[in-house]
């Protein structure tokens, strides 16, 4: 029977894979970041040398046919203990295995699954700048941190979490601004956290020292991440998840108010006009099921945008790099970023930063300019 305490673990025997030694470590009744009823399962490295693999975990039904397939982004693992297992915290429902009728167990009641890992092929060996690596093994480091975070939750969980104020300053400058100054040199200062789960505060960190999230966590737990993330302003951390949240988001009229208010709320650009658009395109059943009285009267001008944009598609008309009241958020995002300027921001707010940054671009071609000619008369007046 499989037990349902939560934080209960298995540890499979180890197997080597790619000249590593692996293992499964399987959460029957979930771990503490899973949500009821879900099995958690999560890869561990048990080597001594560090590397970077994608996998996939697949769960056989007794015939030997795929029940469900999961698979990983590149992902980084390392022997450090510290380090976080890459893994689903929901997995498969204990119902499904459970199920007689899905065949997942076989006479004897065993769970057969087959753990698939890749590493980037190469030809010919060269080794990857070290620098990432080397970020990602300083992370949470006891013996070289000066700074260590007590991050407490509302049920009283507390952990510990090490960092390095010049990484801080550099990557994290709102977290680097709680540690005092007082600190005295070779000393490590504590600094309490509050209002954000040990766990997810943990992987904002490792997010900032260069980690990745993985994608099955920022779907499951977006929300958790984009608070945390607004809170401490780790702006491409927090596009990430919303950017999960929309993609695992279905919009219906009884959500459309709650996402709408939210995305006002965290500034959720992408959400808003993902939420827009739904209203847009679903006019007859939101304006049978919706009260807009909580809605801000702005939005209006988004409403505006999504219909309009509509219309132009269904007449295939195309909308031009130029015309920037148009464009999709994802589109003014990208170039924000090219020009190096904050991509967290409104829809108009955007807008307003690229046109800024299109006058003085042209002002600085006017004087430029202006410059040529005065050189060529100068020279003109000498000949």
């Not at 499979?12 to 692996?22: L, S």
């Not at 397939?69 to 450090?80: D, E, I, R």
């Not at 899905?102 to 190469?122: F, H, M, Q, R, Y």
């Not at 809605?295 to 909308?319: C, F, Q, W, Y």
Request: glycine share 6%; with cysteine.
């Amino acid at each position: 029977d499989l037990t349902t305490t939560e934080n209960h673990y298995l540890i499979t025997p180890g197997f080597t894979c790619n000249d590593h030694e692996w293992a499964l470590t399987l959460y029957p009744g979930g771990c503490s970041e899973s949500r009821d009823g879900f099995v958690s399962l999560f890869l561990k490295l048990h080597s001594e040398e560090n590397t970077s693999a994608m996998y996939a975990i697949t769960v056989l039904d007794k015939f030997g046919n795929a029940e469900i397939v999961k698979q990983s982004a590149m992902l980084y693992f390392g022997s450090n203990t510290q380090l976080p297992n890459w893994g689903w915290p929901n997995f498969i429902k204990r119902s499904d295995i459970l199920n007689a009728s899905k065949n997942i167990l076989d006479i004897n009641g065993t769970l057969a699954i087959v753990v698939s890992i890749k590493e980037e092929p190469t030809s010919v060996f060269v080794p990857r700048n070290p620098f990432l690596n080397t970020m990602r093994e300083m992370f949470i480091d006891k013996e070289t941190a000066d700074v260590c975070f007590e991050v407490t939750c509302s049920a009283g969980v507390k952990r510990f979490v090490h960092a390095h104020m010049l990484i801080l300053k550099k990557c994290a400058p709102m977290l680097a601004d709680l540690v005092p100054d007082d600190n005295e040199e070779g000393g490590k200062t504590s600094v309490q956290i509050s209002g954000v789960h040990p766990f997810f505060f943990s992987g904002l960190l490792w997010y900032v020292y260069g980690g990745e999230i993985a994608e099955d966590t920022l779907k499951a737990h977006a929300k958790d991440i984009i608070d945390a993330a607004n809170k401490y302003s780790i702006v491409n951390l927090k596009l990430e998840a919303e950017a999960a949240y929309v993609e695992s988001t279905t919009f219906t009229a009884e959500n459309v108010l709650d996402n709408i208010l939210y995305a006002e709320a965290m500034n959720l650009a992408l959400l808003k006009e993902a939420v827009i658009d739904f209203i847009a395109g679903n006019g007859e059943q939101v304006i049978d099921e919706v009260s807009f009285s909580h809605i801000p009267g702005h939005v209006m001008k988004d409403l505006l945008v999504a219909t309009t944009r509509r219309l132009k598609e269904s007449k295939n008309e195309v909308t031009t790099d130029t015309d920037m009241k148009l464009m999709r958020v994802s589109e003014l995002r990208r170039k924000l970023n090219e020009k190096g300027l904050d991509v967290d921001g409104s829809r108009e707010a955007m807008i307003a930063s690229l046109i800024r940054s299109e006058s003085v671009g042209n002002n600085a071609t006017l004087l430029e300019a202006e410059g040529e000619v005065n050189e060529d008369e100068n020279n003109a007046e000498e000949e």
